[in-house]
């Protein structure tokens, strides 16, 4: 995929995600670019319902801008990217997020983020809290972040928001619909009654019902679910889609 077909697909995902509640007036999605110490991130002020792929800034990491548009700087948290890329080479997307739903389970002690939902397998290790409310704008706070999200696939930040890591944009964009779906359904199932997330036996058979194979397929499903109704809706340009991922 060439820079300018990233430059695209990301700012669609972004638009997307935002048309969804999962992105609000902050939060951001990464993704690695072919060169792997590089990364494309949209730019700090730029809103996410209007990105367009000029708004997209290509990072080093150490936070240096490789390719930007004048004007152009990258959010103060983009050292959560950063430090993660630079941590885990096995990671190839990120997405940061301000969502209600999730911050909801950093504000009691009792109720942790669990695997309610079936899509929601791939955080069947636990979503750590990161303990530490203020935002990730120095590369020490970035490491401290890296620390608690350890070798798994997201991290909850206290007061703050998720980070949900993923291998590219696609499975990405399907991680963070599913994580919000997963947070949204233990938020609405605790009115009910006693929470009962799925079983380590109920895991494993459904870990074991899906190759990842099925996992590539059903993101595309996703994405293009999304993109077609985000046409219709105008969140992104007709003219962008024969263009996209
Ligand atoms: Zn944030």
Redesign the pocket.
């Known amino acids: 995929m060439d820079n300018a077909h990233t430059r695209l697909s990301l700012a669609a995902c972004i638009r997307l995600l935002h048309a969804e509640g999962i992105l609000t007036y902050?939060?951001?999605i990464s993704v690695r670019a072919s060169e792997d110490n590089h990364f494309f991130i949209h730019s700090l002020l730029d809103p996410r319902s209007d990105v367009l792929p000029e708004n997209i800034v290509l990072l080093d990491l150490d936070g240096r801008v490789v390719e930007a548009t004048e004007g152009r700087k990258p959010?103060s948290?983009f050292h959560?990217h950063s430090e993660i890329y630079r941590h885990r080479p096995d990671i190839h997307a990120i997405a940061?997020?301000?969502s209600d739903a999730a911050i909801a389970f950093t504000l009691v002690s009792d109720n942790p983020l669990s695997v309610m939902r079936a899509d929601a397998i791939h955080w069947s290790d636990g979503v750590p809290v990161h303990p530490d409310p203020t935002?990730?704008n120095t590369s020490k706070k970035g490491k401290e972040l890296c620390e608690t999200l350890g070798a798994k696939s997201a991290v909850l930040?206290r007061s703050?928001?998720a980070v949900i890591v993923g291998s590219g944009l696609l499975n990405i964009f399907m991680l963070a619909i599913h994580f919000e779906e997963n947070a949204q359904a233990q938020f609405l199932a605790s009115k009910l009654g006693e929470l009962k997330p799925l079983s380590s036996i109920e895991i494993e058979a459904l870990k074991n019902s899906s190759s990842p194979e099925f996992y590539v397929h059903y993101a595309n499903k996703i994405w293009s679910y999304y993109v077609s109704r985000g046409q219709k809706k105008g969140v992104i340009p007709k003219t962008w889609s024969n263009k996209l991922l």
């Open positions: 902050n939060g951001h959010p948290e959560i940061h997020t301000h935002r990730i930040l703050h928001g």
